[in-house]
Each structure stands twice: as structure tokens, then as C-alpha cells.
DNA sequence: CTAGGGTTAG
């Protein structure tokens, strides 16, 4: 009896007494009878009316009230939109309260929209990854000449880098240009420099950087992040110094992004370093930071330190957990990163592909059949089947284990293929007797592969297999199953 | 009333 719910406004209690306002209710005790609101231009409407619609609007946010914000939504369509103001107003609560499709709709009923809720719905749109639906808007509002500003701008390129759209990306910095907001402030910058960074045009990236007047941490960490996240490590501790030396501090996110570098170049030297730096600059409980610095001393095979890192960890997330355990896992800890696992799970912190991929490792290392097998429930659960990495552990797991028809499960399961989840399924074939089943796969044209409707896959394939094919008659370049793949032959 | 950068896997 959804009719029936009782209403209440908490601010209102001089208008409704101490009982519950219904919609009908709230009709007969509103400031001014609904049709009035129609002599009212936008400019002339009574301060107070609009006053006391901003503060319900207000205490509806507070209170998470959806409800009562539908219940002003009625009224106010009802007056023939007399508050344009106000349907802004409770635009930017519909979002704020998490309620994305009745702001849009709202949005979409509205005659006139403020640049500041077509900035609004955009990024709301972006926060929640759905990118297509803030570039639809950001292209409308250009047809329908609401001038983008420097938030439209400051939020909309990560659309275009989320999407993969490079063309559409670059055009929407042009149209920045020509609105003269290309680098009005560093938001802007950053914004355009992480896109350009997360499509690897560094130079692009780094023009922009360049012609912004006024650097800040956001903009340089937006360039490190660009390098780091493309293996160029070098290239990030580079921009790192400039940084220093510019006199920009860094901060957690700095920190994570330039460590894991050192990680991944094994520099623990400069590790150690930025270390003592992220205590200096009192950024030692910043948790990503904390989270880089645990994998750059276990990548370097101190396993001990990353521990020590650990345990001075406060509120561990899943990100931190997997880290830890995929350090234990990796420098020959198998049991130890179960037991991390184990605890991880009752903490309450949920595993993602990441964490599986690692402690399926784990299992198979050690060919720890039980465990594997209930993980491998879990991932089913955790509906991570799909996944290429996860995906790719298991296979490699149930190949060691000498489970071959399971291996081949999970390998159906993958909902995108690549080489490296075929090469292990291939080793798992040749690791247990199955040489023909494996040269099936070796060879799609065989029939194994084709005629699904996995269109990237076979791109994939194609590359893998005319390399092969360019050293068919070099037995060395072999890979290990290919090599014992053609023995059983 | 609206804005930018992060850490984990084969």
C-alpha cells in the first residue's frame, strides 16, 4: 500500500504539526496552492516559497528520502515547472541520494537545465562507469548550446579514456580549446593529461602538462600514474624527480603509483628510499601507498618487510589482502598465503579475480587438490569463470593436478581467450599424455576453435599462430609443450 | 548546487 506510506518531513513540523504528510496531505498544507506557482516568472518567484523547498530539499538529502523527493517531483511537475531552480535542486539530490535513473528522468522532463546539473548528471554518469551515457549528454549539451565549462571538462575526458575513445577523446579537447578552458586550471589539465597517459600518448599528455601554469600534485601524479600503469617505470621515476625538484610534494597516491615502479623495476635501493620519504612527508597510513610498498619489498624477496608493512596496516582492503597474499605465494609461502586467504575472508574483505588468480597459484604449486577445488567453487560463486587470469589459474591448477578434463572446464568457461590461457591449457594437455588434444588447440584451423562467436579470440590466435608458423621449421624457438608436443608425435 | 590523480594477477 505504497499509497498509504506516511511521509514525513522532519523540518516540518510548523507547517504539518506533529503527523505524517502524504502527498495528498502535503498538497493541502504547501506555502501557496500549487496553481499560483503559475503567475510566477523564474525571476519574481517569492524568496520563501523557494526557500522552503531548498531546505526540504535539504533534510531529503540528509535522510536519504527518495520518497519524499518523488513526492516534490509531483508538485512541481504539477505547477508546470514554475521553479526551474528547484527542479535542479532536486536533480543534484536524486544523485546525491543515489538515484541515478530519477534524476535522468527529471532531467529529461525538465525545460531548461542549469550548466551546473548537465555537470552533475555527467559525472554522476562517469562515477557510476557508464561512460556512454555522460559523452551522449556531453554531446547534446553542445547541440543545445549549454556551453561546457571547466567542470563539464574536468570530468568528461575520463569518459572518452574509460570508453577507449581516442578520436572522440582528442575532438572534445579540441572543443575545450576552443572554449578557452583548455588549461584554465589544473583540474582541466589533469583530467586531459590522465586521459592522454591511459592511451600511452605521452606526448600529448605531457603538452598539456607542460602549458599549465599553475602544477600541482594532481596534474604530475596524473602523468606518473599514465607511466607506471604502461610498464614505463623508468619514465615515472623520472617525472617523480622533476616533481621534487619543482618543489610539488607528493602525496599517497603519488606514493602508491611511484613505488609500485620501484617494485616492478626490483629498485629496492629507491624503494627504501621513497619509503623513507612517504614517513617524511607523514603519508605512512595512506593505504595505497602502504599496499605499493608491501609488493615493491616482496618483489624484491623481502618477504619479512612486506609483512612488517602488513601488520602496521590499519584497515587492510581487498586490494592490501591480495597484495599480501600474492607476495606469499609468489616467494614460495603457499601455505602461509592460505592462511592469508583464509583470514582475509573472515575479515569480511570479498576476493576478486586478482586475489583467485594468486591463491590458485598458490594450490597449484603445491597441487593441493581440496583447497583448489574449493576455490574454484568460490570463483563460480564470485561469478569470476570468465575471467583470463583467474581463468588461466585454474586451468594451470587442475593441469598440475592431472585433471585435464577439468582444465578444459574452466577453459570453455573463459569468456575471452589469449595466449597465454591457451598456451597453459595446451601444457595441461601435454603435461598429462594428450597430445592430440593439445595439437587440436595448437592448431584452430583443425576445428577446435573456430565457428564460435569469439571474434577477438581468433585475432588472437591468428597472431600467435602465424609466429608459430614463421618458426616451424626451428625447433628451439619452440615453447616447452610445444617441444613436448611434437615428441609424442 | 557541479570538478582532477591510486595500490593487486598469468
Redesign the pocket.
Known amino acids: 500500500m505504497p499509497q498509504k506510506r506516511a511521509v514525513k518531513f522532519l523540518g516540518l513540523s510548523k507547517w504539518v504539526g506533529a503527523f505524517h504528510a502524504t502527498p495528498a496531505r502535503l498538497e493541502k498544507i504547501l506555502p501557496l496552492p500549487l496553481n499560483s506557482f503559475n503567475v510566477f516568472s523564474q525571476n519574481t518567484e517569492p524568496k520563501d516559497t523557494s526557500k522552503f523547498y531548498t531546505d526540504l530539499i535539504r533534510q531529503c538529502i540528509q535522510s536519504k528520502s527518495i520518497s519524499d523527493l518523488r513526492t516534490i517531483q509531483t508538485h512541481m511537475i504539477k505547477s508546470g515547472f514554475s521553479h526551474l ?1 528547484l527542479g ?2 532536486l536533480i ?1 539530490a536524486f544523485l546525491k541520494c543515489g538515484s541515478i535513473e530519477e534524476a535522468r528522468n527529471l532531467f529529461d522532463e525538465l525545460p531548461q537545465r ?7 548528471m555527467i ?1 554522476s554518469y ?2 557510476q562507469r557508464r561512460s556512454e551515457e555522460a559523452v551522449k549528454l556531453y554531446n547534446r549539451m553542445v547541440l543545445e548550446r549549454a556551453f561546457p ?7 568528461i575526458f ?1 569518459a572518452f579514456s574509460q570508453l577507449d575513445l581516442v578520436y572522440e577523446g582528442r575532438r572534445a579537447h579540441g572543443q575545450a580549446v576552443v572554449f578557452g578552458l583548455e588549461v ?8 586531459l593529461v ?1 586521459m592522454y597517459a ?1 592511451f600511452g600518448k605521452f606526448r600529448d599528455a605531457r603538452m598539456v602538462l607542460d602549458r ?1 601554469a599553475e ?8 602523468l606518473i ?2 607511466f ?2 604502461h610498464g614505463r617505470n623508468v619514465e615515472a621515476l623520472e617525472v617523480f624527480k622533476e616533481m621534487i625538484d619543482e618543489g610539488i610534494e ?8 611511484i ?2 615502479s620501484c ?2 623495476l626490483k629498485d629496492l635501493l629507491m624503494g627504501m628510499l621513497i619509503h623513507g620519504l612517504v614517513i617524511r612527508s607523514g603519508f605512512e597510513f ?7 610498498l608491501l ?1 615493491m619489498y616482496s ?1 624484491c624477496g623481502l618477504v619479512d618487510d612486506s609483512l612488517k608493512v602488513f601488520k602496521q596496516i590499519i584497515e587492510p ?7 599480501l597474499i ?2 606469499l ?2 616467494n614460495g609461502r603457499e601455505e602461509i598465503a592460505l592462511s592469508k586467504f583464509r583470514r582475509m575472508l573472515r575479515s569480511s574483505i570479498s576476493p ?7 591463491v590458485l ?1 598458490a594450490c597449484s604449486s603445491l597441487a593441493m587438490l581440496e583447497q583448489g577445488k574449493q576455490i574454484h567453487a568460490m570463483v563460480a560463486k564470485y561469478g569470476l569463470s570468465g ?7 585454474l586451468i ?1 591448477f587442475y593441469g598440475k593436478c592431472g585433471i585435464t578434463e577439468m582444465a578444459r572446464l574452466a577453459f570453455d568457461r573463459l569468456s575471452k581467450l ?4 591457451l598456451n ?1 591449457m595446451i601444457y595441461s594437455y601435454a603435461q598429462n599424455g594428450y597430445g592430440n588434444e593439445a595439437l587440436k588447440l595448437f592448431n584452430p584451423s583443425l576445428g577446435c576453435l573456430v565457428s564460435s562467436e569469439r571474434e577477438g579470440i581468433d585475432q588472437d590466435l591468428k597472431l600467435s599462430n602465424d609466429a608459430s608458423q614463421r618458426n616451424h621449421h626451428n625447433f628451439s624457438s619452440h615453447s616447452d609443450s610445444q617441444k613436448t608436443l611434437l615428441r609424442k608425435r
Open positions: 531552480s535542479n535542486k543534484d542549469h550548466i551546473v546539473t548537465w555537470n552533475s559525472s562517469i562515477s565549462d571547466e567542470f563539464t571538462f574536468s570530468s575520463k584554465s586550471n589544473a583540474f582541466v589539465g589533469s583530467s590522465d591511459k599549465v602544477k600541482d600534485v594532481v596534474l604530475v601524479t596524473a600514474v599514465g607506471a600503469q607528493a602525496n599517497g597516491y603519488t606514493f602508491a603509483s613505488l609500485s617494485a616492478n595512506a593505504v595505497a601507498a602502504q599496499t605499493s609488493t618483489k582492503n581487498q586490494v592490501t589482502w591480495t597484495s600474492t607476495g605465494s609468489q576478486n579475480a586478482f586475489t583467485f588468480s594468486s597459484r575471467d583470463t587470469f583467474t581463468g588461466a589459474a594451470d589469449d595466449v597465454v590461457s597453459t
